[in-house]
């Protein structure tokens, strides 16, 4: 990793055109004059993939000034038991989990590790803060496997019902720290609690899809499809719950087309939600850039009930400019929702045709692809991108010992912030 050089970018408001220097952790807050999505443009307009980087093969579109340890790429590679059994003549898998067979090497079994290794590689390595994290499960893994083993201070902030999404290949840095809220908290409680952590100057937030690292990270599952096939897609299918990974796949679409090797189609974003929790869906067929009004008893009930829990966002970056709800206008894309039970048919045929196991929220993209090509919406000799965006966690976990991160504190649900202040900072301070 010795001759790795930062990467040269400048920052765009997407909304203005306006163009600035990437100057801090929190983009476009005070550059930005209406709210709105910041792009980083990168100097180097021709990609060159240097393979034995891994994830940071990709780096001349990551903005990132330093390489960790431990990454691994999303390998994308030609179907043949999917396409066959659907007609298709040029599937492509794009897969970001844990496939030795494949060469899929993310041990925590999910494309949220994309994001944690280049939001962490454009941090600066004299930070004196500590990073917050707050996620339902894919997201706080990732992280925590990227911080642990690369010594960077990490608070993470779950669900006490979610604890069990916190395996892992062996005991975690104690540099990286748990923090829950009480049972019968959901997501949005582990939100808050982590916003009250933030109020302490000792700590500083991840920034969500705002962050230009986290949306180049998940575009690399774009850049593998596009540089193993040769050319952009036509079609690219993905569960969706922030939007994030399709916004940047249609920002990686955009630069493709600049460096001029991949075609100059856009591929259309085909995202997918799991019913009843389908609020984007429902903005978009009322073809609405604001999202529906969804009452908050109405979204806890819904969001208990699907499985793909980590498709439960409820604040999505769909309306803001350079979000969802452009990316889709865009690409000429669309919205497709899928119920528990097809989701869990497509998820036993996945394993069947492809030999892996995947996770809910990449068996809703299956489902997804399936309904499509039965209402004939795709044409079947289109390059398709299907990105499975979580796999192989059922082998990993019958090949690997598995120790669960257990939380320093549990906090009541009712619990004032100063007490979440106080906790946290001493929990750093030793
Ligand atoms: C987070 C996640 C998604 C949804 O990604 P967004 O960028 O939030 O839309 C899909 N699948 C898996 C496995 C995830 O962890």
């Known amino acids: ?29 005070n550059e930005c004059a209406e709210p709105s999505l910041v792009r980083a443009i990168y100097e180097k307009k021709k990609i060159e993939v240097k393979e034995e980087l891994d994830f940071y093969r990709f780096c001349d579109w990551l903005p990132v000034r330093r390489m960790l340890k431990g990454s691994a790429a999303p390998v994308t590679f030609r179907s043949k038991g999917l396409a066959a059994h659907l007609g298709l003549e040029n599937l492509y898998i794009t897969l970001n989990g844990y496939s030795p067979a494949h060469g899929a090497k993310m041990t925590t079994c999910s494309f949220k590790e994309t994001e944690a290794y280049s939001v962490c590689g454009r941090m600066s390595d004299d930070e004196k803060r500590v990073l917050v994290v707050a996620s339902a499960g894919n ?50 409680d582990a939100i808050r609690l982590g916003d009250m952590a933030l109020q302490s100057p000792m700590f500083y937030a991840e920034g969500g899809a705002k962050n230009i690292a986290r949306r180049d990270g998940m575009a690399t599952t774009m850049l593998s499809a596009a540089t193993t096939i040769g050319r952009i897609p036509d079609y690219y299918f993905q569960a969706v719950g922030s939007g994030t990974g399709a916004i940047a796949a249609w920002e990686a679409n955009l630069r493709l087309i600049e460096d001029g090797r991949f075609g100059d189609n856009t591929a259309k974003l085909m995202v997918s939600q799991n019913a009843p929790f389908v609020p984007m869906y429902d903005a978009w067929r009322a073809d609405s850039r604001e999202m529906l009004p969804y009452e908050t008893h109405r979204a806890r009930r819904d969001a208990s009930i699907i499985d793909a829990k980590v498709l439960s966002n409820r604040k999505p970056p769909y309306s803001i400019k350079g979000g969802l709800y452009d990316a889709l206008k865009a690409t000429d894309g669309d919205v497709l929702v899928v119920t528990n039970a097809q989701e869990r048919k497509a998820a036993r045929l996945f394993e069947e045709l492809e030999g892996i196991d995947i996770h809910p929220a990449a068996a809703v993209a299956v489902a997804s692809l399936i309904k499509a090509v039965d209402g004939g919406q795709v044409d079947k000799k289109a390059t398709i991108m299907l990105n499975i965006t979580g796999a192989g966690e059922k082998r990993f976990k019958a090949e690997h010992d598995i120790v669960y991160l257990q939380p320093e504190k549990i906090f009541p649900l009712n619990v004032e912030a100063d007490a979440v202040v106080e906790a946290v900072e001493a929990m750093f301070s030793e």
């Open 139 to 188: 997201t706080a893994r990732a992280f925590a496997k990227v911080c642990s083993e690369n010594n960077i201070r990490l608070l993470l902030s779950v669900p006490a019902d979610n604890l069990n999404a916190l395996w892992f290949e062996k005991p975690l840095n104690p540099c990286v720290k748990l923090i829950a809220c009480e049972q019968g908290g959901d997501y949005f």
């Open 1 to 29: 990793m010795s001759n790795f050089k930062p990467t040269n970018y400048t920052l765009r408001c997407v909304a203005t055109g306006h163009e600035f220097a990437d100057h801090g952790w929190d983009l476009a807050d």
